[in-house]
């Protein structure tokens, strides 16, 4: 077992451009959550999904933001457009059916739009 | 609404003082708690967890205590030592009963110990 995985674990780009962010759960690990970290505060719930689906997507999602877990595996999260707002820690965690509270986090992806 | 409140950092120590970082909260339904740690440049680790009403979550040497009557998870150590040093996250599933297990934390503490 090797943990949840992030890639990239940094990314810069530029304003306007379009970024994906790649997390792999923990095998066998049914539930995949994402959440956003600025400096000095706690994260912030994005979305969660069960499998393959989507369940909820939190408010702070503008429409610029996607995510996909399409075999209920790896999951992507993609920004279009971004702002120099959306910089920030993205963070991957899973969980599995047995121990739904428990999550594993990964090691985060650093986004810095500039 | 749900939220969690803890004590705003920096907390400093000296090596082998006690740690008490106070964490209290609000939930729409029965929450589960939890105190995550992460160390610097490292990701966010679950240290302990408590599911119901006077369960004492345990790990490494941190204890706290599930408070329903005062809605509070402090976290305790008896004598922290400098490999401690980390900011630590209290943290709450608001309904046990609900499907999503979403987080909601706190602002986070960071904790220096100082040899």
């Known amino acids: 077992d090797t943990g949840v995985s992030q890639d990239p674990r940094h990314k810069i780009t530029k304003r306007g451009q379009n970024v994906t962010f790649r997390c792999d759960p923990i095998?066998?690990?049914?539930?995949l959550y994402w959440y956003r970290q600025t400096l000095g505060q706690g994260p912030e719930f994005l979305t969660y999904?069960?499998?393959?689906?989507?369940?909820?997507k939190s408010r702070l999602l503008s429409d610029r933001f996607s995510a996909e877990r399409p075999k209920g595996s790896f999951s992507t999260l993609e920004i279009q457009r971004t702002e120099q707002g959306d910089s920030a820690m993205y963070l991957c965690a899973s969980s599995s059916r047995t121990s739904s509270n428990e999550q594993y986090f990964g090691p985060g992806t650093r986004l810095t739009v500039t | 609404g749900n939220s969690v409140t803890q004590m705003e950092g920096p907390v400093t120590l000296s090596e082998e003082a006690f740690l008490t970082i106070n964490c209290t909260y609000t939930?729409?339904?029965?929450?589960?708690l939890f105190w995550y740690v992460q160390y610097p440049g490292e990701g966010l680790q679950l240290l302990l967890k408590?599911?119901?009403a006077d369960d004492k979550g345990s790990n490494k040497g941190f204890e706290a205590t599930y408070r329903k009557e005062t809605t509070s998870f402090h976290l305790e150590k008896g004598s922290v030592q400098v490999s401690d040093s980390a900011v630590y996250f209290c943290a709450l599933i608001p309904d046990n009963a609900g499907n999503n297990r979403k987080l909601i934390w706190g602002l986070g503490t960071s904790l220096a110990v100082n040899p």
């Open positions: 095998s066998e690990h049914n539930r």
């Open positions: 408590a599911t119901k």
């Open positions: 999904f069960q499998n393959e689906a989507q369940l909820e």
């Open positions: 939930a729409t339904g029965y929450p589960s």
